[in-house]
C-alpha cells in the first residue's frame, strides 16, 4: 500500500507515550484480541468502544499510516487500546505464548507477485507466528477484496494448526467497518473466513 508521507509522524509517535515502537511484552487482564496490519485504526478503535471488556491491539507497521492512528483522539482515551508501530515479523517480542484470543487480517496487502508471496500476512511464516501466541482454540478471522489472496490463504491454512469453520465470498457488514472495508464494499465482493486452532 502507497503511504503518504506526514511530516511530523516520526517526532509525534516517538514522543508519545500511547504508541509502543519498542518489543515489550504486552499483557493484560482482559482478553487480548489483536488486528495485524491494522492501518489508520477505525475497525480496532470502533471494536474498542463496543467491547470495553476486551483488550484490543493495533498492530501497524506503517509510521505514517500509524500517525493517523494518534491523530484519533478518541482512540488514545480508550484504555483499553494498545497501539504498537512495528513489522508483525516482531510479533514474538510483544506477545507470550497462548496469550492473544483472537487475530483479526483485514484488507491485508495482496502482494500479488508470487515471488512477494511469502510478505502476506496469512504466509507460513506469520502462520506460525499466530499459531505460537494464539490461547488454545484461538480463532484467526480474515476479511479481504482480493479474491486470489483469499482463495490462497485458505490453501496456506491447510497445512497449518488453524481448522477452517466459517468461509464466505459475499460477506456482509460486521459491528464495526475498517478504512479500506468501506471503501472496497461498493466494488467489491467481501472475501473472509475464520478459522479456528486446532
Ligand atoms: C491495505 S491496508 C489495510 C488496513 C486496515 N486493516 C483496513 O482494513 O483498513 C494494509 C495495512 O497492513 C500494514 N501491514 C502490511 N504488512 C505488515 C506487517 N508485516 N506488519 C505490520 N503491518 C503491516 C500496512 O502498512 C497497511 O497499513
Redesign the pocket.
Known amino acids: 500500500?502507497r503511504t503518504k508521507k506526514v511530516k511530523q509522524a516520526f517526532e509525534a509517535i516517538h514522543q508519545s507515550n500511547l504508541i509502543m515502537t519498542t518489543p515489550q511484552i504486552i499483557r493484560s487482564e482482559q482478553p487480548m484480541v489483536l488486528?495485524?496490519?491494522?492501518?489508520?485504526g477505525?475497525?480496532i478503535t470502533e471494536l474498542a468502544k463496543l467491547h470495553p471488556d476486551l483488550h484490543y491491539i493495533a498492530?501497524?507497521?506503517?509510521i505514517n499510516?500509524c500517525y493517523r492512528i494518534l491523530e484519533k483522539q478518541e482512540a488514545l482515551l480508550l484504555p483499553n487500546l494498545t497501539i504498537v508501530q512495528d513489522?508483525?515479523?516482531a510479533l514474538l517480542s510483544y506477545f507470550e505464548p497462548k496469550s492473544v484470543s483472537k487475530i483479526y487480517l483485514?484488507?491485508?496487502?495482496p502482494w500479488p507477485k508470487k515471488r512477494h508471496h511469502k510478505r502476506r500476512?496469512t504466509a507460513e511464516t506469520y502462520l506460525k507466528m499466530y499459531e505460537t501466541i494464539l490461547v488454545d482454540e484461538g480463532e484467526l478471522e480474515f476479511r479481504s477484496d482480493f479474491e486470489p489472496l483469499y482463495t490462497d490463504s485458505l490453501e496456506y491454512l491447510m497445512t497449518s494448526r488453524f481448522e477452517v469453520y466459517w468461509a464466505n465470498t459475499q460477506c456482509e457488514a460486521r459491528e464495526a467497518v475498517?478504512?479500506?472495508?468501506e471503501k472496497k464494499r461498493k466494488e467489491s465482493p467481501i472475501y473472509g473466513f475464520k478459522a479456528k486452532l486446532k
Open positions: 500500500m488486528e495485524v496490519g491494522s492501518g489508520k477505525k475497525f498492530f501497524e507497521k506503517d499510516v513489522d508483525a515479523n483485514n484488507f491485508s496487502d500476512l475498517s478504512e479500506y472495508e
